[in-house]
């Protein structure tokens, strides 16, 4: 007879701040991703002409030569993006905050595809000099860092939004 795992229960997202700021970190790129990150590889029709100028305000106002000039480099991870990336993006958002098993793994998958997207930007960044590099590395940062904090925090725990069921405020016996 097999031994049954034991129980696990999800910890509550109020009590995993490093997890409801990733989760608001993903369900905020939703609809970046949709809106404005998608206008690299749909035709313009697609958008409706408030969501068009609002890029073209941020490439004016930023100097983005990557959105505005959209390198065929950067359409590609433009389109990783829509078909890997944004699906994991809904399912991680709901898994962190629901604090399901599953999302260490599919957690783990975003945030590796998210860092490794990212490579060829900041290489591209760093060996263009545009008035604007610093700012835009800025810009760019965050889809550095978020990464590699999702990976150290999911990588080392294998329950990482959960507790074992039978204990109480991780005390034993009260």
């Known amino acids: 007879m097999a031994a049954s795992l034991p129980s696990r229960r ?7 701040p490093v997890d409801l700021v990733l989760a608001v970190f993903m ?4 609809p970046i991703v949709l809106l404005v990150e998608s206008q690299a590889v749909f035709p313009s029709v697609f958008f409706p002409q408030s969501l068009r100028d609002a890029v073209q305000w941020y490439v004016h106002l ?3 030569y990557l959105v505005r000039d959209k390198p065929p480099f950067f359409r590609g991870l433009v389109l990783a993006e829509l078909v890997f990336q944004l699906p994991l993006l809904v399912v991680n958002s ?5 604090g399901k098993g599953w999302g260490r793994i599919t957690g ?6 998210l860092f490794t997207t990212m490579v060829p930007i900041f290489a591209d960044l760093l060996a263009t000099n545009v008035p604007t590099r610093n700012l835009l590395l800025g810009i760019y940062l965050p889809y550095i860092i978020m990464p590699v904090i999702i990976l150290a925090r999911l990588i080392p725990s294998e329950h990482p939004f959960s507790e074992p069921a039978d204990s109480l405020n991780g005390k034993k016996g009260d």
């Open 94 to 98: 709901y898994a962190f905050i629901a």
């Open 62 to 64: 930023s100097g983005d």
């Open 27 to 30: 369900l905020i790129n939703i």
């Open 10 to 16: 999800p910890l509550p997202i109020g009590s995993r």
């Open 108 to 113: 783990i998958l975003f945030g590796a595809h």
